[in-house]
Protein backbone atom coordinates (compact mmCIF):
# COMPACT_ATOMS: atom_id res chain seq x y z
CA UNK A 1 0.00 0.00 0.00
CA UNK A 2 1.53 3.15 -0.74
CA UNK A 3 1.80 5.95 2.00
CA UNK A 4 -1.02 8.76 0.45
CA UNK A 5 -3.41 5.71 0.46
CA UNK A 6 -5.88 6.50 3.41
CA UNK A 7 -7.43 3.46 4.69
CA UNK A 8 -11.02 3.67 6.81
CA UNK A 9 -10.73 3.09 10.57
CA UNK A 10 -12.98 3.08 13.55
CA UNK A 11 -11.64 5.10 16.02
CA UNK A 12 -13.20 4.89 19.83
CA UNK A 13 -11.89 5.59 23.15
CA UNK A 14 -12.66 5.77 26.87
CA UNK A 15 -11.62 8.27 28.96
CA UNK A 16 -12.05 8.77 32.97
CA UNK A 17 -11.23 12.57 33.28
CA UNK A 18 -12.72 15.63 31.28
CA UNK A 19 -9.68 17.17 30.90
CA UNK A 20 -8.39 14.23 28.94
CA UNK A 21 -11.66 13.53 27.44
CA UNK A 22 -12.11 17.26 25.61
CA UNK A 23 -8.36 16.71 24.14
CA UNK A 24 -9.33 12.74 22.87
CA UNK A 25 -12.19 14.35 21.18
CA UNK A 26 -10.29 17.38 19.78
CA UNK A 27 -7.52 15.04 18.42
CA UNK A 28 -9.72 12.54 16.79
CA UNK A 29 -11.65 14.77 15.13
CA UNK A 30 -9.18 16.39 13.52
CA UNK A 31 -8.69 13.18 11.62
CA UNK A 32 -12.67 12.15 11.67
CA UNK A 33 -15.01 12.16 8.56
CA UNK A 34 -18.02 10.81 10.72
CA UNK A 35 -19.17 9.77 13.83
CA UNK A 36 -20.69 10.38 17.26
CA UNK A 37 -20.02 10.70 21.23
CA UNK A 38 -16.48 8.56 21.39
CA UNK A 39 -16.73 7.01 18.25
CA UNK A 40 -15.78 8.36 14.66
CA UNK A 41 -14.71 7.30 11.25
CA UNK A 42 -11.51 8.33 9.88
CA UNK A 43 -9.84 7.89 6.94
CA UNK A 44 -5.64 7.85 7.67
CA UNK A 45 -2.68 7.07 5.72
CA UNK A 46 -0.01 5.25 7.45
CA UNK A 47 1.39 8.30 8.70
CA UNK A 48 -1.57 10.20 9.73
CA UNK A 49 -2.37 6.38 11.93
CA UNK A 50 1.12 7.32 13.54
CA UNK A 51 0.62 10.57 14.50
CA UNK A 52 -2.78 9.86 15.89
CA UNK A 53 -1.49 7.37 17.72
CA UNK A 54 1.07 8.91 18.86
CA UNK A 55 -1.35 12.16 19.77
CA UNK A 56 -3.52 9.77 21.89
CA UNK A 57 -0.49 7.99 24.19
CA UNK A 58 0.46 11.61 25.14
CA UNK A 59 -3.21 12.46 26.17
CA UNK A 60 -4.71 9.00 27.00
CA UNK A 61 -3.53 7.36 30.82
CA UNK A 62 -2.67 3.69 30.68
CA UNK A 63 -3.98 2.92 34.13
CA UNK A 64 -7.53 4.82 33.49
CA UNK A 65 -8.20 5.27 29.67
CA UNK A 66 -8.73 3.23 26.46
CA UNK A 67 -8.28 3.77 23.20
CA UNK A 68 -8.91 1.36 20.20
CA UNK A 69 -8.06 1.76 16.44
CA UNK A 70 -10.27 -0.97 14.04
CA UNK A 71 -8.72 -1.23 10.36
CA UNK A 72 -12.27 -1.78 8.37
CA UNK A 73 -12.60 -3.43 5.17
CA UNK A 74 -14.23 -1.18 2.72
CA UNK A 75 -15.12 -4.02 0.62
CA UNK A 76 -18.08 -4.57 2.84
CA UNK A 77 -21.24 -3.33 2.56
CA UNK A 78 -22.27 -0.27 4.81
CA UNK A 79 -25.11 -0.20 7.11
CA UNK A 80 -26.44 3.41 8.73
CA UNK A 81 -29.07 4.02 11.14
CA UNK A 82 -31.19 6.78 11.08
CA UNK A 83 -29.88 9.94 9.79
CA UNK A 84 -26.59 8.19 9.20
CA UNK A 85 -24.10 9.04 6.11
CA UNK A 86 -22.14 5.96 4.39
CA UNK A 87 -18.15 7.24 4.91
CA UNK A 88 -16.10 8.04 2.31
CA UNK A 89 -12.87 9.25 2.08
CA UNK A 90 -12.75 13.08 0.81
CA UNK A 91 -10.76 14.43 -1.76
CA UNK A 92 -8.88 16.84 1.25
CA UNK A 93 -8.38 17.38 4.54
CA UNK A 94 -7.71 20.00 7.03
CA UNK A 95 -6.47 18.91 9.77
CA UNK A 96 -5.90 21.59 12.50
Known amino acids: MAD ?7 AAYDVS ?5 RAALH ?3 AYA ?9 VWLTDAEKGELLGDMSFILH ?3 DSFLLIRLDVRQTVHTLGLG ?3 VDPDWFYLG
Open 27 to 29: CVR
Open 17 to 21: DAGRL
Open 33 to 41: TGGQKSVHE
Open 85 to 87: VTP
Open 62 to 64: DAD
Open 4 to 10: SQRVLYL
